[in-house]
């Protein structure tokens, strides 16, 4: 019989009579706890174990599904076009090694340098063009700190009064600026446009729209210009001064467009989005497929990169300097997929962890036909 | 309305001696002493915030984050928010203020209803009715019958006869019965004379409070005369007035004085073994977090210096390197602090409590005939149950009932007590189906004695004289009072045992019909029950005759002497005249004592006598000889003035006494013996069993003989007979006893080398060193009386005795005190890094409860002092299988897979942020978004790991029970070490690297499928926050081998809540409101709906899991542990296979046991002394401490209370006025 049953059952029926002094006649209230299954810790449960009947078909079938998909992003990831070109100019070769030296300019002109590429494949599709950096800690704490949401949702007091987060890009010649911090105040302002160069010789400029590169979210809700003066941007930030490392104000960005102008200027708010790791790319403009559908967006054939530093006030280099902490400019043109843009490593890795998984299921297999018969047969010592 | 466990007011300086003149408060006021009013309270509404909260962060674990708090507020250093440590902080103290001020208000609330009853005070020669709190020391109170008694008070004068008052002490030692205290003559004298007593103006003079609850002195100056005062004068606070319609007494202390509320001091808190190792664990966390943040802060140098001072037009900085790798370990202090988890303690508390409760409401460990659930006292000692090593066990009461049955007998060589098959002559077993005799002819036969051999009854009816003299024998032969019942026995019945024995050690009962025993020992009981079954009813005594009933014949004997038992005699004697006139002297003892004094003659019969007692002996039955022989009366009448002389003699009293005894104690005639069990609890052998086999040591320490307790030993499997051996340490010198002891060591081990056993081991400076277990060959069994012990236990031998007894299965300790009781457990605990359980049920035990890392009180026979200082009580000692080996091991397991899982998700959580800040300058950047650091360790993971910690359980109760070799992990400390706990370190380690580089190689300089950027800072955030949730998640379901509904809601409920509180702060709503607090707006949208994000998910969870069940699955194939045998198995049967019912263990052996009487005198001088029926008022204490028993409170007392199976637990509602004219009729008469 079994030990935990016996008391029960001894003691269930039992009328018990040491209970009766307690109470008074009648009522007398029993101190037996009550027979719930939560409190006799009886609930049903669902118990799994390791066993070989389980793990082993699991470590197949995740071996079984992980190749397909890994094969699957790998192919992906490698039909995606990507072209890579290097500006930085470290190199006296290269085209922009001028701009990136330490020679005075004069601050009103700007210095631009040429860099000719030739795509051997043709891209379809959008293309979208980014500029990449490495080595730029955008994801160091005071850096990403240094910003004041409330004045990028167009909040008039923030405005006017921004977080103090932001020093010491907080106020500059007794007032405020807007954007204030860190972040908005190194915005990338190297200006990128591209040519193709048709093999007769001549230079056609690609359209770069530079509209949609941001989210819908940070464009619509998290970006705002401060509302009042009438739509026009130049009376709203009129008590405010520019980011010192700017040449123009905030509302300069794109006078063109006032959907992209101000906070809500696109480029400011990808800028804005700080990214996790010191190498980055950040969407800069995207080449829309030819309405035709025929011809490829971007033709096999040579092409022209055409950099224009703007000069930053406080500093004497006159490009986006990254040169100092071994940083490197770039400039990408890349499809996309399903899954997003050229990355090897989920390919790569589901295929290896698939086969892993398949390897240690036969391992595992062999090894339980060679002990886990014996063992688990075994009788318990009692 | 308990005092008990309240903190009690110190008193500001030390009192020297007490002046206290009755009835004059002016006087009495100069000396500033306590009024009644109490305060147990700790808090008023003004103080309870600050003294809360200073006392809160008087813990260590609060008061680091308190100072994280205030690191966090220093702008330069803070890398999280304030609200990331405020809200569990909060909620912590929150939760822990809460309780504490429940408590709190209960105690007020207790107090102001303990201040506010209602008592008669003395005023001016009136009695007014005035709160208690307004009673004033000085003062003359009167009180009523079943009122507490309000204070400390001196007994003036009461309504009882001889200035009597009865109380109960439930309050203060937890015994039941009612003890008696008596007046001063002097003021008893006064009686309910008011004036008298308005003008009453003794002084007394008396020892300054303390709390000390079995002595008082003072003197009280009446009068011009000093009469000395001590307890049997005083009545203390928390006592209940019983029995007594009033009674005046004088207030001596009140309120925060009275010996009770001096009592109540602070209990001694017992730790787990697992709480001391996470003290050392939180000490290696510190360590490892300054070691993390030094790292990072000297990184944060290095990159300062090459990189960050580059990128100054980006990011300009003030300050210089140094400072700037200064304040960073700071921050990181502050990101990292999350390896010391501060749910951690709380959830511990709340896994001890939900345990406990376990406890508190299982059935299998409810005892039904006296109605007791087993309880958890103490709740934060529920995982060491899991861990016990050794069980030291009272014996009597806890392994025993204490109840003895008459079981076999041998009369004129015939034995008697088996029942045959009828044919064959087979020994049939007793079960419930064997038809008990018939005892019904005999009207005052008691019900409930059992007996099955229907020959003996035969042989009664057939009148042989043998028999008959056997039983009249027994009738006759004792000193065991009867008392006729009408109406209301039993409060008689109460009333008359502590009027005869009002502090008796030594009582019982015998509730028959009308007829009620109360014998001095259970023993002495069952023969006269049995003596009465049998017809030979003994009915009454007085101090010169005894009346019995012989086949319903009254005949009344005259007891001419008493020749009583003590321990050196072994047995005893008397002497009567019957009614016919012969002169016999009739004795019952111990065989080999008897037969020394037997007559030559008796010889054939001897042998014969001698083959049934070595049976009777070898079923464990205590056996006793019977023996007669008829004194002629000439020599009787010259003995008798002999005796008379010795008896007044001055010298060598006790010597002559003995001389006389001895002479005509010779020459007797043997009759038979008699056989009595010693009726072990239900299921003891078979606990016994299992605990052995879950490795668990028991050893027995009782105050018994060494016979009674090995007797018990084997009767409860304890010894057995197929021991390779069985020591005996029973020496009279310390040398002896040391070559005994080595002696046994050698012949279990002969090539034990001297000092290889002792392993210094340091924890903290702590134990200095450690006795190593030693595994020996066989089994093998140790048993050692009280003087030998008493050597053992001195500091040169101990680890003698200490290493010898630990190589043996089973210790016994017999004649063992209260004290070494203590002094054993504390030794094992010194030296052996073992857990230890003491389980015992009287007052005698206390000690040893309280020494052992776990105490158990028996609730039940012996009053509650044992169960009022355990950490679990129930009713049967069967019950401890139950307690250790599923609720133990469960509390274990669950504790231990609690802290696994805590540490591996806490430390996996806090490594990302070391793997990240490689990446982002050592800056202290956090990985994750602060809303989810505050609420992973709340929110998103507290619910899963607390509902495994309460409701997991690997395999169920019924194959815990079948497999008792389950629990031995749990005394290794499997499931939670060192060891352990490294490797959680290391799992997670691995773990973290998966979570923040798989999220990391899978968005490198990528894009998302929108084109956008892949890896900004906020959607990598999130993708290492959902791999991090989903990787726990995971974990825990892996862990969890038990999932109930509960779980399910848990784990699922938690994974959603992420989900739902993610997408809920990230929406545009709350942005709207705080913008710079919920940043992530729109980062859940614009990231989960990638593809990507969810394949690096599902990859990140399985790089974690996967070697986890790989390592899990080979180790169970390779080497599968007990408990993977065991799930293998159940998952075959899902019932445990019944086991076969054990056959009663019978042995065959020569090994005869004791006779027990009592290790004291016995009664037989008080029954002759004529004092039980008179007693003088003036010599009843004296009286009474000369037979070795001392009255009132005496808190190491022990009463072994024979209670027989009808008992009423609770007397005191049995105790109704209505008794007390019968009571004080018997009194009255009797003068």
């Keep these: 019989m079994m030990a935990s049953s016996y008391n029960a059952k001894e003691e269930d029926g039992h009328h018990h009579p040491g209970s009766v002094g307690s109470g008074g006649p009648g009522g007398v209230k029993s101190k037996k706890p009550d027979n719930t299954a939560f409190k006799q810790q009886r609930l049903p449960a669902w118990q799994p174990i390791l066993t070989a009947g389980t793990v082993l078909p699991a470590f197949f079938m995740i071996g079984l599904i992980f190749i397909p998909i890994g094969i699957g992003l790998f192919v992906t990831s490698n039909n995606i076009k990507e072209f890579e070109i290097d500006y930085t100019g470290v190199d006296m070769s290269s085209p922009c090694f001028n701009c990136s030296q330490n020679y005075s300019w004069n601050s009103t002109s700007s210095c631009s340098c040429s860099v000719p590429f030739t795509l051997d494949q043709a891209f379809e599709s959008n293309v979208f063009m980014y500029y990449g950096l490495s080595n730029f800690y955008q994801n160091h704490r005071r850096y990403v700190k240094s910003r004041d949401d409330s004045q990028l949702n167009g909040d008039k007091s923030s405005l006017l009064n921004p977080s103090k987060e932001c020093e010491p890009y907080r106020t500059s010649d007794k007032k405020q600026i807007a954007p204030c911090g860190a972040i908005a105040n190194s915005l990338f302002n190297d200006t990128l446009e591209l040519f193709y160069i048709h093999p007769n010789g001549s230079r056609f400029a690609i359209n770069l729209v530079k509209t949609g590169i941001a989210w819908w979210t940070d464009k619509h809700v998290k970006f705002r210009n401060p509302a009042g003066g009438d739509g026009n941007l130049s009376i709203v930030f009129q008590d405010t001064s520019k980011p010192v490392n700017w040449r123009k104000p905030v509302y300069e960005l794109d006078p063109n467009d006032p959907d992209n102008n101000g906070f809500i200027n696109e480029d400011l708010i990808v800028w804005m989005r700080t990214a996790a790791l010191p190498t980055f790319r950040k969407l800069y403009r995207i080449i829309q497929k030819k309405k035709d559908n025929m011809t490829p967006t971007l033709p096999p054939g040579d092409y022209i990169l055409e950099v224009t530093y703007s000069i930053l006030t406080i500093n004497v280099t006159p490009d986006y300097p990254v040169r100092s902490f071994d940083g490197r400019k770039r400039v990408i043109l890349s499809t996309i997929s399903w899954m997003g843009g050229k990355n090897p490593f989920l390919g790569i890795a589901y295929i290896t962890v698939g086969s892993v998984c398949f390897f240690l299921g036969v391992v595992l297999l062999f090894i339980h036909h060679k002990y886990g018969n014996r063992n688990n047969n075994a009788d318990i010592p009692n | 309305m308990s005092f008990f466990g309240l903190d009690c007011v110190r008193k500001k300086e030390r009192e020297v001696e007490r002046k206290i003149r009755a009835n004059d408060r002016e006087y009495n006021s100069t000396f500033k002493y306590a009024t009644n009013s109490i305060k147990t309270s700790k808090y008023n509404p003004f103080t309870f915030l600050p003294l809360n909260l200073f006392e809160q962060f008087q813990r260590i674990a609060n008061a680091y984050f308190l100072i994280l708090l205030i690191l966090q507020v220093i702008p330069a250093i803070s890398s999280l928010s304030w609200f990331t440590t405020v809200v569990p902080l909060v909620l912590v103290l929150s939760v822990t203020a809460a309780k504490d001020a429940i408590d709190d208000i209960n105690r007020h609330r207790s107090d102001r209803k303990v201040n506010n009853r209602k008592v008669n005070i003395l005023i001016n020669g009136k009695l007014t009715s005035d709160k208690w709190m307004n009673v004033q020391v000085g003062d003359i109170i009167k009180l009523e019958n079943n009122q507490f008694v309000t204070a400390d008070l001196l007994l003036l004068s009461s309504s009882e006869p001889l200035n009597l008052v009865y109380i109960e002490t439930a309050e203060l030692d937890g015994e039941t019965n009612l003890k008696v205290k008596q007046s001063l003559t002097v003021t008893g004298d006064m009686g309910e004379d008011l004036g008298a007593l308005g003008s009453f103006n003794g002084e007394v003079c008396c020892e300054p409070p303390n709390n000390r609850l079995d002595r008082f002195t003072g003197t009280l100056t009446f009068d011009t005369q000093k009469h000395s005062l001590d307890n049997e004068r ?183 007590g088996d029942v045959y098959q009828q044919y064959s002559g087979e020994r049939l077993e007793i079960t419930e189906e064997t038809t008990p005799v018939d005892f019904s002819f005999n009207p005052l036969a008691d019900p409930k004695f059992l007996f099955y051999d229907h020959s003996l009854i035969e042989a009664v009816k057939l009148e042989l004289p043998d028999v008959q003299a056997f039983f009249r024998l027994l009738a006759l032969c004792h000193t065991v009072m009867a008392e006729e019942k009408k109406e209301g026995w039993l409060q008689n019945t109460l009333i008359n045992l502590f009027l005869t024995y009002p502090s008796s050690q030594h009582q019982s009962l015998c509730l028959v019909g009308h007829l009620v025993y109360q014998a001095q020992s259970p023993d002495e009981g069952a023969l006269v029950t049995a003596a009465r079954n049998f017809g030979f009813v003994f009915r009454s005594r007085s101090p010169e005759t005894i009346t019995i009933e012989e086949m319903g014949m009254q005949r009344s004997y005259e007891l001419l002497a008493i020749l009583d038992f003590n321990n050196v005699r072994k047995r005893m004697s008397v002497i009567v005249r019957s009614p016919e006139g012969k002169l016999s002297l009739y004795c019952k003892g111990a065989d080999t004592i008897i037969y020394e004094r037997l007559h030559p003659s008796c010889r054939k019969l001897m042998e014969a006598t001698t083959d049934h007692l070595n049976e009777f002996a070898g079923e464990g039955l205590r056996t006793l000889v019977l023996a007669y022989k008829n004194i002629d009366e000439d020599y009787f009448s010259e003995w008798k003035q002999r005796h008379h002389e010795s008896s007044v003699a001055l010298e060598d009293r006790e010597e002559k006494l003995d001389e006389l005894y001895e002479e005509i104690e010779k020459n007797m005639m043997l009759i038979g013996a008699t056989a009595i069990e010693d009726k072990l609890q239900d299921g003891v052998a078979l606990t016994i069993e299992q605990l052995a086999k879950a490795e668990i040591k028991i050893w027995v320490l009782t105050g018994d003989k060494q016979e009674t307790a090995e007797n018990i030993g084997y009767s409860c499997n304890l010894l057995r007979e197929e021991m390779n051996d069985v020591f005996t340490v029973a020496a009279h010198s310390p040398e002896e006893v040391r070559q005994e002891l080595r002696d046994a060591r050698l012949k279990m081990k002969p090539s034990t080398e001297p000092n290889k056993f002792l392993v210094p081991e340091v924890i903290l400076g702590n134990t200095p060193k450690l006795v190593q277990d030693e595994s020996v060959e066989g089994e093998y069994g140790l048993v050692i009386n009280g003087h030998s012990l008493a050597f053992a236990l001195e500091s040169g031998m101990e680890l003698e005795f200490l290493r010898t007894a630990c190589m043996c299965k089973t210790v016994i300790c017999c004649r063992v005190t209260p004290l070494q009781k203590a002094q054993v457990v504390e030794l094992v605990k010194k030296y052996k890094k073992a857990v230890t359980l003491a389980i015992g049920d009287g007052a005698n035990d206390v000690s040893m409860i309280k020494a052992a890392h776990i105490g158990v009180g028996i609730s039940g026979q012996e009053g509650m002092q044992a169960v009022l200082s355990s950490d679990f009580s129930f009713a ?356």
């Design chain 2, 234 to 416: 005083v009545l203390l606070r928390g006592c209940t007035l019983r029995n007594t319609d009033w009674c005046f007494g004088l207030v001596l202390f009140a309120g925060p004085e009275t010996k009770l509320m001096q009592n109540c001091g602070k209990s001694t808190f017992k730790r787990t073994s697992i709480d001391r190792l996470m003290n050392v664990l939180v000490l290696f966390i510190f360590g490892l977090l300054a070691l993390m943040c030094i790292i990072l802060a000297v990184g944060n140098g290095i990159w300062e210096n090459q990189t960050g001072s580059e990128f100054n037009n980006f990011l300009p900085r003030e300050e210089n390197t140094a400072f700037s790798a200064f304040l960073t370990f700071w921050s990181y202090i502050i990101i990292l602090n999350t390896v010391v988890p501060i749910s951690l303690y709380v959830s511990m508390e709340v896994i001890r409590l939900g345990n406990s409760y376990y406890i508190n409401w299982d059935r299998n460990m409810y005892h039904a005939r006296s109605d007791t659930p087993a309880e958890a006292r103490t709740t934060t000692l529920n995982e060491e149950l899991g861990q016990i090593k050794y069980v030291f066990s009272d014996k009597t009461g806890t392994l025993t009932q204490n109840i003895m049955t008459f079981n076999k007998c041998s009369i004129n060589g015939k034995s008697y």
């Design chain 2, 876 to 1231: 049967q000692f069967r019950f401890l299988q139950r307690l250790l080996l599923v609720h133990g091991r469960w509390s274990y397991l669950r504790m231990c897979k609690f802290l696994r899982y805590f540490f591996y998700k806490n430390f996996t959580f806090t490594f990302v942020h070391f793997w990240y800040a490689f990446f982002c300058g050592f800056s202290a950047q956090t990985v994750y978004d602060e809303g989810f650091i505050t609420l992973y360790n709340l929110v998103y993971t507290a619910l899963p790991v607390l509902g495994m910690s309460l409701f997991d359980q690997d395999v169920n109760a019924g194959w815990s029970l079948e497999f008792p070799q389950l629990y031995v992990p749990g005394q290794l400390s499997q499931y939670f070490s060192k060891r352990a706990f490294m490797m959680c370190v290391l799992h997670s380690c691995y773990s973290s690297l998966m979570i923040f580089f798989v999220p990391y190689a899978a968005t490198y300089d990528t894009a998302r499928a929108d084109g956008t950027e892949g890896a900004d800072y906020q959607s990598f955030a999130l993708i290492t926050q959902t791999c991090l949730t989903v990787t726990v998640c995971v974990q825990l379901g892996l862990d969890l081998s038990y999932w109930t509904v509960v779980n399910h809601l848990f784990v699922w409920g938690s994974l959603g809540m992420f989900f739902i509180l993610t997408f809920t702060m990230y929406t545009d709503g709350l942005f709207r409101i705080r913008p710079s607090s919920f940043a992530f707006v729109g980062t859940a949208r614009n990231c989960l709906n990638q593809p990507n994000v969810w394949l690096t998910v599902a990859l990140t969870a399985l790089l974690c899991v996967l070697p986890v069940v790989a390592h899990r699955f080979f180790s169970c194939q390779i080497a599968p542990t007990i408990n993977d045998k065991v799930r293998n198995k159940m998952r075959e049967m899902k019932e445990p296979a019944p086991r076969p019912r054990h056959p009663r263990l019978t042995r065959r052996s020569t090994r005869r046991s004791g006779y027990a009487f009592s290790h004291a005198q016995g009664y037989g001088d008080l029954v002759t002394s004529r004092r039980f029926l008179r007693r003088p008022a003036t010599s009843r204490s004296t009286a009474f401490n000369s037979a070795g028993r001392s009255p009132g409170f005496k808190p190491t007392g022990r009463s072994a209370g024979y209670s027989p199976v009808g008992r009423e637990q609770n007397p005191k509602q049995k105790v109704e006025p209505t008794s007390l004219q019968k009571f004080r009729t018997v009194i009255d008469s009797s003068f």
